[in-house]
């Protein structure tokens, strides 16, 4: 078993596939009885180094699933989950549980309006077809004020555009357009759950292309130019891309466009040559040596799946400015939290520095002494400023 994303994997799971996700849990018990070494960890290590963070982002990522657990699937997260929840693990009716109301805890989250100056909604626009909008609910608030454009992958590469929605209705309420992929799938708005046809067994592929990533681009252009609510609001001049795991392997395909003049990675780094396990990700190392403007990566620490990957990619990059932060919170980061939570914060000054050319954000990034090098629990590293 390849080292691979396992937020992708369940995400892929929340289809509605329970078959599949005890196959991973199957092929996850095998390697604990044969460890072996996979992307620079075995899978013992690996083991160990799940968390609770990582344990409860493969719940959270099981959005509106509830109806779908069947003991299939308990069996599959049990053990998928390893040595460490086997030891103390309770019953598996009690685990199912515990799930099901973290499950709900989390689709039942309002939606946020974000601690900036411009409070931020979520929504489907038509001038952005395909895509979940992030932006401040009040444009003529704005006066003459432009938006710069977000565009964001979508954590496991999924369809839905409000996954990461407390994060990017932060990034949104401090005078942004985020633009994601999909429809309105979890928390509010979101319509009752199909029940998708499942994949194959084996079958590990994304819901989104990097393509309908990228496109939220020219849609924002051309709503820029048309008369409507649109026009003359944005800034084309200022725009970023990011994502979250699977997605920041978009993110890091479409930062070659030389529109783009910001990049933000979270949780995710590309796979060494030959270790690619996703079906419609084309992405090899060789895009870093394409990226030409400054890039940070955001990781969870050495619990963080992406960790090797995501270190890997900082020390081949010598092109262009590259910061690195990273904290122990794990592979699911502080997406669930309130208003996005810490790294919500950082990306959105990182994004006031390299889009707004904010002195004083600057000063989160720059220097031995930064903001954010003062910070308790945050391990940074950097280069080329």
């Known amino acids: 078993m390849q080292f691979m994303d396992v937020g992708l994997l369940i995400n892929n799971n929340s289809s509605g596939n329970p078959y599949r996700l005890a196959e991973l849990g199957s092929t996850w018990a095998a390697a604990r009885r044969r460890p072996y070494q996979a992307g620079g960890l075995t899978h013992q290590r690996l083991r160990e180094n799940i968390n609770s963070d990582l344990w409860l982002t493969v719940i959270r990522r099981m959005l509106r699933m509830n109806e779908l657990l069947t003991g299939a699937v308990a069996t599959g997260l ?27 805890a989390y689709h039942k989250m309002p939606d946020t309006r974000g601690s900036g100056h411009f409070p931020a909604l979520k929504e489907a626009n038509p001038a952005f077809p395909g895509h979940v909008v992030y932006r401040p609910a009040d444009l003529t608030g704005l006066g003459k004020r432009k938006l710069p454009i977000v565009l964001w992958g979508n954590g496991g590469c999924t369809d839905d555009g409000a996954s990461e929605r407390l994060f990017l209705e932060e990034i949104a309420s401090y005078g942004y357009l985020v633009l994601a992929p999909g429809t309105i799938q979890s928390g509010p708005g979101a319509p009752p759950a199909p029940v998708p ?12 292309t990097t393509d309908q990533v990228h496109q939220g681009l020219d849609q924002a252009v051309a709503a820029n130019g048309m008369p409507g609510q649109w026009h003359d609001r944005l800034d084309l001049d200022r725009v970023a891309v990011g994502g979250y795991s699977c997605g920041g392997l978009q993110a890091l395909a479409i930062a070659a466009d030389p529109r783009i003049k910001a990049v933000v990675i979270t949780h995710s780094g590309i796979f060494k040559e030959g270790g690619n396990p996703i079906k419609g990700m084309q992405i090899d190392k060789s895009a870093l040596e394409k990226l030409h403007t400054p890039v940070i990566y955001i990781l969870g620490g050495k619990s963080d799946i992406a960790y090797p990957n995501g270190t890997d990619d900082y020390a081949r990059i010598h092109q262009v400015p590259v910061f690195m932060a990273s904290h122990d919170v794990g592979h699911g980061g502080t997406f669930f939290k309130p208003n996005g939570g810490a790294e919500a914060q950082v990306v959105r000054t990182w994004l006031d520095w390299q889009l707004r050319k904010d002195g004083s954000a600057a000063k989160m990034f720059e220097g031995q002494h930064c903001g954010l090098c003062e910070k308790p629990g945050w391990t940074i590293a950097s280069k080329g400023f």
């Open 197 to 208: 046809a499942p994949q194959a067994p084996g079958t590990l592929s994304v819901r989104t």
């Open 78 to 104: 049990m053990l998928l989950s390893g040595a460490n929840v086997a030891q103390s693990s309770p019953p598996p009716s009690t685990a199912m549980a515990g799930m099901q109301q973290a499950f709900a």
